[in-house]
């Protein structure tokens, strides 16, 4: 099931029309290049040999795909394990859902205000408008979360939210925005100002909201990867820390997690560790002999569906919720590195947005982000969990186009490009090519009436050299 609401951001219908402005932005072209070259480099000096980056990421696949084949037992595993250690778990099928949770557990405490830490899957029911809606401040702590806040932006990156900003905007922004705060270009000032608004808005907030990169079932613990210590914050000072993620996050056991931990910082941020490895495992112990000091007094866990079910029944497109969102495939995306991710109108852009993003919203309003890919196979090639990029992309722009193959359910907006014209087309052109005597009569009146096609080329046809031309140049070189 999909959500029904109206959205602040998410508008996949203008991809084409957004792309269109970011191309012609030549400043946003110069800082994306320049970004994902930096990041491939990063990477690439973390995995240089390719033998053994192709081990690992064997490995890192073999164990979501283990993962996902026992997905429904090892839910219930980790839902007990969690109630026993005294944490609430919420399972919420829609956006719709997953936010009047919130909202229950912010008026049960009288919480005006939420601290947030790096989450995508807020962003994806845009936890943030829908809080504020009731008079509910949700603030962002990630740094490039908040500046991308600020701006009433979404992220235009899973890892790096505020890529797509200069400092000189993000100076602005501050001095727009920030009580007191003066114009500078100076980067460790304008960190230094963002820490000192978060730092007392951590002592204030009554509930801190996290993402999860990963669930373990036989544990029943919570892992965060981060670098800037904030979602440590957000989960150890509030009284109430509430957890969100997709169900797809679980693994069986902890010594699963930790190849995965490898691949995800080394394909993300090119790091060996990242700053902060954080696992949790319940709120705060009190009515024990050795009484825990910090930590919160109540803690919650959100299971969102959100249209993952439907990949997941379906063995084809199964391989989509693998994902561990380390952004890799962006980062090497020809076309997310000329268009930025803001262009793409989701909350997951690139390659993978590309792919989930149909399961969450439905095919209707995304049929044009499968196509928005030369499938030149850079993003399955870098994958650190072995996702067949490519292939479900084309899986996607079929769906889209045609109606659901006997024995396989329909996904949501299944068959919604369907266009009778190009249906029609391509049934000529069957019936052409199945009758050779048609066939051979329609070339030759096509050869006789070659004298009154255009001679104009338009578009990009109108740059490229001729095929008679290009034989004649590779004869000549060839008798050299």
Known sequence: MTSTAPLHFVDPRQFKANTRVAVDDAHLRRSFRSAMDFLQ???AGHFGDVATFESLRGVGEAIRQYSLSKLPDLLEQLEANLIQHGVQVHWAETPEQANAIFLAIAQQHQASGMIKGKSMVSEEIELN????????????????????QLADERPSHIIMPAIHKTKQQIAQLFEANIPDTPYTEDVDMLIATGRRVLRSAFRDAKIGVSGVNFLVAETGSLVLVENEGNGRMCTTVPEVHIAITGIEKVVERFEHVLPLYSLLTRSATGQAVTTYLNVITGPRREGTESPELDGPREMHLVL??????QAYRDADFRPTLQCIRCGACMNHCPVYARIGGLAYGTTYPGPIGSIISPHLLGLDPTQDLPTASSLCGACAEVCPVGIPIPDLLRQLRRAAKHDADPGHAPLAGQASAKDWKEALAWRLWAWLNTHPWLYRTTMGLGRRLRAFTPTHQAGWTAHRTPMRLAKRGLRQRLKR
């Open 41 to 43: 480099t990063k990477r």
């Open 129 to 148: 408008h829908r809080m504020q809606a009731h008079g509910i401040d949700c603030l962002e702590s990630d740094m490039g979360e908040y500046i991308v």
């Open 304 to 309: 969102l569906d959100n249209g993952r079910s």
